[in-house]
Each structure stands twice: as C-alpha cells, then as structure tokens.
C-alpha cells in the first residue's frame, strides 16, 4: 500500500511523468527549520561566489546538515511510493530564482544533462517549494506524458546569461501549448521523472521563487561514474533507505566531496585568473 500517494496519484505519475503533492511534504518545524538553513546558505553562497543563486547545485556534497532532510522519513516515504523501499540519493540542488531578475530555466529534460550515467534512467525529483511558487514568479512548468524518451535534440538558446542552461530543446519537439504550471504552497512538492520535458519562466515579480529539488533513484539501478557525463569520477551518491540491489558504490554521508571541493577551488581560481 502506497505510505504518502494514494493509488490515483502513483497511477497519474507513471501516465503523466509527474504528480503535484498538495499537502504538507515534512513537518512544520522541520520545514522551518530548512528554510532557515537555506536562508543562512543564500547569504554566504552569493558573498562567496558572486554567482546568481539559481546555480547553488549539488549542496550536500559540503553542507552535510542537509542529510537531514534529504533522508528525511517523510520525503523517503513519497518516494518509496514510486520506485520502491531501496532508494539511492542522486543529487540536490537550491534552485532560487531572486525577485525582478530570475532567470529563465529553458525546456530541458533532466536525463539529457545526465547522460546515461544511471542505467536504466529512472531518476525521481522531488521538487519542495520553499517559497510560494507561482507563474508570476516563474513557477516550474511541464509538458505531461513526455517522459518516454528523455534524449531530445537542443539547441542553443539566445542571450545565454539569462538562462540556467544554454541550450533548450528543439522547438520542434515540444508542443508548448500543453504545457501545465505547477502551483505550490511552502512545503508543498512536485514530483517528477528525469526524462519529463520542463522548464520555467523569467522572474520578474517582486517576489521570490526558491525550491529544493531532491533526486532519488532505485537501487535497482546502476551508476556509472565512467560514463562521458561524470568521467572527472566527482559525482556522489548516496544510500537512503534499503539496501543496493545492482553493485552500486555509496559515499558516506558524514563526509564531505572532498574531490569536489579541489576542483571547485581549481575552477574559481580559473575564473579569476581570466577575469584578470
């Protein structure tokens, strides 16, 4: 019996690629208490980097306080309705797109990014709204039942500084007018597959649109740091809940992404030495 979903929304999900979760994902406190944290991070994020804050990816790998709710029982449980009890931690992201200026998320599918780096390509994102997330604030948008292929063709997309990503499927192979915005309270989710079709409208409100995105795969899945997409070996993976089920190798979540963190370093040294 499924633990969060009921039969109806587990149904919809693997018809349409998503499912909007209208209830309260964590407890109150413990929402609070990660948008608190979220807020502490934004601060430092941008002293630091200097870099808008729609590009605060892959967090956990050294903030490990967020374990905390990436293995929550709560989220865990919603995703266990979908794939199943042995979950593996796939990735995290903060994606805050600031008032008057966020940027535009183009049509993307989150498996073409990825490559073939999980087999078989089965990523679930819960997508938890920090802040109220609605289309005048460039809420996520999706296009139902196209998470069957996963690989479209892209191309480059103009004034690439205003975008997240600089290319953005074909024209021809999105059919926009059917697509759906995805409207959540604080604490409320979306839930997603890798290979849906999505993306996202400019900001320019005066109101903040910030979301957490927790990705999940079955354990009954294998990653493969080898593969052309993470062939530098600097991405992590995480055990969850269960067991592995296809020889999967899982880093401890008490330690941060050392490898990480050397070429984050590397690379901003880059940056600055170009900048100069």
Not at 190 to 209: C, D, E, P, V
Request: aromatic share 10%.
């Amino acid at each position: 019996m499924p633990k969060r979903l009921d039969a109806e929304q587990v149904r919809f999900f693997k018809e349409q690629g998503y499912v909007v979760f209208d209830k309260a994902l964590l407890p109150p406190d413990e929402f609070d208490a990660l948008k608190r944290h979220f807020e502490t991070k934004l601060i430092d994020f941008q002293a630091r980097t200097g870099k808008s804050p729609e590009h605060m990816d892959v967090p956990h790998f050294t903030d490990l306080a967020l374990f905390r709710w990436l293995f929550n029982d709560q989220v865990l449980d919603l995703v266990e309705d979908l794939i199943g009890p042995d979950i593996g931690l796939w990735s995290s992201h903060f994606i805050c797109k600031p008032a008057g200026n966020g940027k535009r998320v183009p049509w993307h599918e989150d498996s073409a990014y990825w490559g073939h780096a999980v087999r078989p390509m089965e990523v679930v994102t819960v997508w938890l709204a920090i802040d109220p997330s609605i289309p005048e604030n460039g809420c996520m948008r999706v296009i139902p039942a196209t998470h069957h292929d996963g690989y479209s063709p892209y191309d480059p997309v103009q004034n690439p500084e205003k975008h997240v990503f600089s290319t953005e499927i074909r024209r021809e192979r999105r059919d926009e007018s059917k697509a759906v915005d995805i409207v959540l309270k604080p604490n409320q989710c979306s839930i997603h597959h890798a290979k849906l079709m999505h993306g996202s409208n400019y900001n320019t409100s005066t109101q903040r649109r910030c979301g957490y995105t927790m990705r999940y795969f079955s354990t009954t899945a294998r990653f493969l740091p080898e593969s052309d997409a993470y062939k530098r070996h600097l991405h992590q993976i995480y055990l969850a809940r269960g067991r592995d089920r296809a020889g999967n190798v899982f880093s401890d979540p008490s330690e941060i992404n050392r490898k990480w963190v050397e070429a984050s370093a590397e690379q901003r040294k880059a940056e600055k030495s170009l900048a100069h």
